[in-house]
Nanobody, 126 residues
């Protein structure tokens, strides 16, 4: 599966932004999708993930209650709605995919996901 993330940009603190991740080349509904972010000079970290049906999501504590992941399997799309943005949310955001039946992974580590899109930069001005 190939992934492409887009929708980043410059937003003021307290504002909202929605990122999109478009998938192609596979049966999209067979993949769990994760979102990660990487700030300059820092490691890539988990933001959240959504199950293949979209029925279950899980978020990092740092974004819980502010970010929402959703998906539209008919359109091969996943979305990351980001509200109440803070300066510390500034990072490049990446979507990633792993096959739903992958075992032995927590789903919160970059190494759990073999497929990655390119990053889209989100800059939050304070």
């Amino acid at each position: 599966v190939q992934l492409q993330a887009f929708g980043g940009g410059l937003v003021q603190a307290g504002g909202s932004l929605r990122l999109s991740c478009a998938a192609s080349g596979g049966i999209f509904s067979n993949y769990v999708i994760g979102w990660f972010r990487q700030a300059p000079g820092k490691e890539r970290v988990f933001v959240g993930r959504i199950t293949r049906s979209g029925g279950n999501t899980y978020y990092a504590d740092s974004v819980k209650g502010r970010f929402t992941i959703s998906r539209d399997n008919a359109k091969n799309m996943v979305y990351l709605q980001m509200n109440s943005l803070k300066a510390e949310d500034t990072a490049s955001y990446y979507c990633a995919a792993r096959y739903f039946s992958t075992t032995g992974v927590s789903g919160t580590m970059p190494s759990d996901y073999p497929y990655w899109g390119q990053g889209t930069l989100v800059t939050v001005s304070s």
